[in-house]
């Protein structure tokens, strides 16, 4: 019995440290944002063939994402200091309950602001789309025929 609960026990700790890495993230210093880069790139050229986008029509598209991601950047850093203050104050012995609530709000204000930036960015894209690649747009890649 007592060598069953320990195999038992070896396997579950096994386990653990097994897994345990894939909760950690991707061990890198920048974690997944290091790879929002390649992952926005990859579903811009998949978002372009997808759409059947003119040379034109390509060139803004492009310009406009990249135009959103000079905008967003400072203030999703501004969003992230924020959580950091956040966590720290929630650390301290003593709540500063004033400041809790004024860090929440500048949260959910900078991520309105961030809501903003993106329906712009729909806007603008929409704009310069024909109405056969707004359909397509709006279906989505897993809703086509």
């Avoid at 059947?52 to 994402?65: G, I, K, M, N, V």
């Avoid at 602001?113 to 894209?125: H, Q, V, W």
């Amino acid at each position: 019995m007592k060598h069953t609960r320990m195999i038992s026990m070896v396997t579950i700790i096994g386990t653990l440290l097994a897994v345990s890495p894939a909760f950690a993230g991707n061990g890198g210093p920048r974690g997944f944002h290091g790879r929002q880069d390649k992952f926005n790139e990859k579903w811009l050229d998949h978002a372009v063939k997808g759409l059947e986008l003119t040379p034109d029509q390509e060139a803004t598209f492009r310009s406009l994402h990249a135009d959103h991601k000079t905008s967003a950047a400072p203030i999703r850093e501004k969003v992230k200091a924020l959580r950091s203050e956040m966590r720290e104050t929630w650390q301290e012995p003593e709540l500063d309950e004033g400041n809790i609530m004024e860090i929440s709000r500048e949260i959910h204000r900078l991520k309105a602001e961030l809501a903003e930036l993106r329906i712009s960015l729909r806007i603008d894209i929409h704009k310069i789309l024909t109405p056969e690649q707004r359909d397509r747009l709006a279906q989505g890649p897993g809703r086509r025929g």
